[in-house]
């Protein structure tokens, strides 16, 4: 089956940059998804197709794709970006794949 | 709008059946493409895919969880159907339904429900 491995957890200041990795074997060959999910909530799409946002995602929120990691970046991070990140991708074997999850906190 | 609900018992014994319910609109799922699909969160943990139904009633399940899952679709009252038999524990979860748009490996879960917590007890 395939997995993919996130950080437990990144800490980023107010206004710096946080990268959440997502790492799988090749993972570069397949379209990675991104959900934000904060406490008591549903998972809201943040990135989609490694790189693109939906409409109402602000430009923050980017993504990129190589090799056997993708990462999220969001840049200029708010206090209200604190939740838990999750990749997903669509594989031949096991269908749909989400990540182990992590936890970003705003110092 | 794209709005999905999903409803069902909150509480179930061992070896039951589980069966919920998802309610959307803003979408119809004879709509060429589209698929409505499942997955649940156990408490503090990760995100597990379950299932996922197409238009055409194609249906795709979670391997490991194949052999205890049906998922059925009712697109005049645009409804989907889990039902996931011998219920453990361990399958305590709350349980989300959400909507892909295509088929393809590059369409995500875009719309998710608000998702129902399912506990399993005696």
């Known amino acids: ?107 | 709008q794209i709005t999905l609900k999903e409803s069902g018992p909150t509480l179930v014994k061992p070896t039951q059946t589980l069966t919920l319910t998802c309610t959307f609109s803003g979408f119809s799922l004879s709509t060429s493409g589209v698929g409505v699909g499942w997955i649940r969160q156990p408490p503090g943990k990760a995100l597990e895919w379950l299932a996922l139904i197409y238009w055409d009633d194609d249906k795709r399940y979670s391997p490991s969880l194949k052999s205890r899952l049906t998922i059925t679709k009712d697109t005049s009252k645009n409804q989907v159907v889990l039902t996931m038999t011998n219920m453990d524990p361990v399958d305590t979860a709350t349980y989300y339904c959400a909507h892909r748009q295509e088929e393809g490996s590059g369409w995500p879960f875009d719309y998710w429900g608000q998702g129902t917590l399912v506990t399993v007890s005696s």
């Open chain 1, 1 to 107: 089956s395939y997995v993919l491995t996130q950080p437990p957890s990144v800490s980023v200041a107010p206004g710096q940059t946080a990268r959440i990795t997502c790492g799988g074997n090749n993972i570069g060959d397949k379209s990675v998804h991104w959900y934000q999910q904060k406490p008591g909530q549903a998972p809201v799409l943040v990135v989609f197709d490694d790189s693109d946002r939906p409409s109402g995602i602000p430009e923050r929120f980017s993504g990129s794709n190589s090799g056997n990691t993708a990462t999220l970046t969001i840049s200029r991070v708010e206090a209200g970006d604190e939740a838990d990140y999750y990749c997903q991708v669509w594989d031949s074997s096991s269908e749909h794949v989400f990540g182990t999850g992590t936890k970003v906190t705003v110092l």
